[in-house]
């Protein structure tokens, strides 16, 4: 079965080259780290589909280099999602791991599980219900870097948006979308820019919110790039800033810092990441309950205000 599982559901690393996926590239050394960000989240992916054995599989993850580790894990929660959609008489797998040892990496599997729907192309509104109240929304976020990755073309160049996502959804699969830029034009800032400026101007600040995150997060880039992609984002500079410090809360509860997030910090939060982390914790305080405004958007726009941006975060 392990054998069959890859066999079908596998992915060519090779999909993950800017070659084959016609990425706007330049600089090979940056195309070379982007390229093994993809590398490391399907070997969790493949990883998770040879054993879902869950102690063992985290082990195999845990092989990972730290600063990587997490985009194993993403894969892997990509793989335990399909599987558990593949398999009823066993549905558990993604939950288990969730509340297990998958624990620490949270927000990444929960992108991974927008991944799986993606790839099965699948409704993700009944689907969100299984997921925690507050981080569901990033199962959507990644739906929407996955078609941003494997589809860009429809959706980064034709700017679609699948029909049945509604509401609040779309801006989650606004800043999914906006960290798969990173990739498709290559951690490049005067690209990036100009990509976003094709959109409506009310997509762009999800947009630039999902840059920061894959700016401090995934990384590749010197500090000059950081400064001149803050110069760019401009009035959306809270929502790049928000981005880069919900991805120092990702490393700081996975316990994977990396210098890439401490660098991505100090220049858009100015704040160092450690800092930036207890950002997003404290604005967690007294939270109100999902309403007209999810809790979710309430909690972005607390970290926005307080890194300075309160005419955004007014939006």
């Given at each position: 079965?392990?054998?069959?599982?890859?066999?079908?559901?596998?992915?060519?690393?090779?999909?993950?080259?800017f070659a084959r996926?016609?990425?706007r590239g330049g600089d090979k050394r940056i195309e070379e780290h982007l390229q093994g960000v993809g590398r490391r989240f399907l070997r969790g992916y493949h990883a998770a589909l040879e054993g879902d054995r869950l102690e063992l599989l985290a082990g195999r993850l845990d092989e990972v280099d730290a600063e990587d580790r997490g985009f194993?894990?993403?894969?892997?929660?990509?793989?335990?999602?399909?599987?558990?959609h593949l398999t009823p008489w066993r549905r558990d797998r993604l939950a288990a791991f969730l509340a297990g040892p998958g624990a620490a990496h949270a927000y990444m599997i929960h992108v991974g599980a927008g991944w799986a729907l993606a790839r099965l192309r699948r409704r993700v509104g009944r689907a969100l219900s299984r997921f925690d109240p507050?981080?569901?929304?990033?199962?959507?976020?990644?739906y929407g870097f996955h078609q941003g990755y494997f589809r860009w073309r429809e959706h980064v160049d034709l700017q679609q948006v699948p029909a049945h996502?509604?509401?609040?959804a779309r801006r989650a699969f606004d800043q999914g979308l906006g960290r798969s830029l990173w990739f498709?034009?290559?951690?490049d800032a005067a690209r990036?820019?100009?990509?976003?400026?094709?959109?409506?101007?009310?997509?762009?600040?999800?947009?630039?919110s999902g840059i920061g995150l894959a700016c401090a997060y995934a990384g590749g880039v010197a500090d000059a790039t950081i400064s001149r992609l803050k110069s760019k984002a401009g009035t959306h500079g809270a929502n790049l800033a928000q981005g880069a410090a919900f991805a120092a809360k990702a490393r700081e509860r996975a316990g994977n810092p990396a210098p890439r997030t401490e660098l991505a910090c100090r220049l858009l939060c100015d704040l160092p990441a450690g800092e930036a982390a207890r950002l997003t914790d404290d604005a967690l305080a007294d939270l109100p309950a999902d309403g007209q405004v999810p809790a979710y958007e309430a909690w972005r726009r607390r970290i926005r205000a307080q890194l300075g941006g309160k005419e955004t975060a007014r939006r």
């Open positions: 079965m392990r054998w069959l599982r890859k066999r079908v559901f596998g992915i060519d690393p090779e999909e993950t080259s996926r016609g990425f194993a894990y993403e894969g892997a929660a990509m793989g335990l999602c399909l599987l558990d507050l981080l569901r929304w990033l199962v959507v976020d990644g996502l509604s509401g609040y498709v034009d290559g951690a990036i820019s100009a990509s976003i400026g094709l959109f409506p101007q009310e997509r762009q600040a999800d947009l630039w």
